[in-house]
Nanobody
Framework: QVQLVESGGGLVQAGGSLRLSCAAS????????MGWFRQAPGKEREFVAA???????TYADSVKGRFTISRDNAKNTVYLQMNSLNPEDTAVYYC?????????????????????WGQGTKITVSS
């Protein structure tokens, strides 16, 4: 089991930026996909972005062009750079690891395909 710890959440004004980090434990970080999801109050958890073992990325349409996911395998860390934030981005953001499938070509976008989850970090975007 991989332990994931998110950081970087907080309060930001609309149009602002934040960068989330997610540090993972374990020795095989470089071989599995990582994803970011979010859950707003009263809504289901939704996909935000994902990155596979060698840097291939995919994004939800709602964040494409504004958010960037990246990873530093030397630091066992995945990042989510969020620009041009708007109030609709307000949510708890979770990082997740697909540790059951190593070295896959396409990073998964469904929460059910991820095996380990962080505790979440809250982002509030004020208008």
């Amino acid at each position: 089991q991989v332990q994931l710890v998110e950081s970087g959440g907080g309060l930001v004004q609309a149009g602002g930026s934040l960068r989330l980090s997610c540090a993972a434990s374990g020795r095989t970080f470089s071989r599995y996909a990582m994803g970011w999801f979010r859950q707003a109050p009263g809504k289901e958890r939704e996909f935000v972005a994902a990155i596979n073992w060698n840097g291939r990325t995919t994004y939800a349409d709602s964040v494409k062009g504004r958010f960037t996911i990246s990873r530093d395998n030397a630091k066992n860390t995945v990042y989510l750079q969020m620009n041009s934030l708007n109030p609709e981005d307000t949510a708890v953001y979770y990082c997740a690891a697909d540790t059951d499938h190593l070295v896959i070509a396409t990073p998964p976008t469904s929460p059910s395909e991820y095996d380990d989850w962080g505790q979440g970090t809250k982002i509030t975007v004020s208008s």
